[in-house]
C-alpha cells in the first residue's frame, strides 16, 4: 500500500527558501505522478504543482510559476519541491499526493477528485518575519 511522507517545512522569513521532501513506500514509483497541494488557514486546498510520471512535464500554479520547482527522484523514492523567494501568502500545510497514471499522461492542478489520489499528512510551512 502506498504511503507518503512530507518533510521540510518550516518557519522562514519573507524571501527565504524552502525543500519539500515527499518519501513514498510501498509501491513502484515509476507507476505514479505526484502533486503538491497546500491549504491556508480558511481556505480550500489548492494545488502548487504536479509532475508526470515520467517526470517529462510539470505543471505549476501561477502563484508558484518561477519560484518553485517540482522534481523526482524515483531510485530515492522521493519527490521535491524547490521554493524560492517565499512569501507570507505561502504560509499552509503542504500535502504530497501521488495518483496512478498511464505512461504518457502528463498532470493537472485544478478539477480533481481528491479520493482519487493517495496523501500524505503534511507539512507547516510559515512564512512570516
Known amino acids: 500500500q502506498l504511503q507518503l511522507m512530507e518533510s521540510g517545512g518550516d518557519l522562514v522569513e519573507p524571501g527565504g527558501s524552502l525543500r519539500l521532501s515527499c518519501a513514498a513506500s510501498?509501491?513502484?514509483?515509476?507507476?505514479?505522478?505526484f502533486g503538491w497541494f497546500r491549504q491556508a488557514p480558511g481556505k480550500e486546498r489548492e494545488g502548487v504543482s504536479c509532475i508526470s510520471r515520467s517526470g517529462g512535464y510539470t505543471n505549476y500554479a501561477d502563484s508558484a510559476e518561477g519560484r518553485f520547482t517540482i522534481s523526482r527522484d524515483d531510485a530515492k523514492n522521493t519527490v521535491y519541491l524547490q521554493m524560492n523567494s517565499l512569501k507570507p501568502e505561502d504560509t499552509g500545510v503542504y500535502f504530497c499526493?501521488?495518483?496512478?497514471?498511464?505512461?504518457?499522461?502528463?498532470?493537472?492542478?485544478?478539477?480533481?477528485?481528491?479520493?482519487?489520489?493517495?496523501w500524505g499528512q503534511g507539512t507547516q510551512v510559515t512564512v512570516s518575519s
Open positions: 510501498g509501491v513502484n514509483l515509476n507507476r505514479l505522478r
Open positions: 499526493a501521488a495518483q496512478y497514471s498511464l505512461p504518457s499522461s502528463t498532470c493537472a492542478l485544478k478539477g480533481l477528485a481528491f479520493s482519487s489520489w493517495s
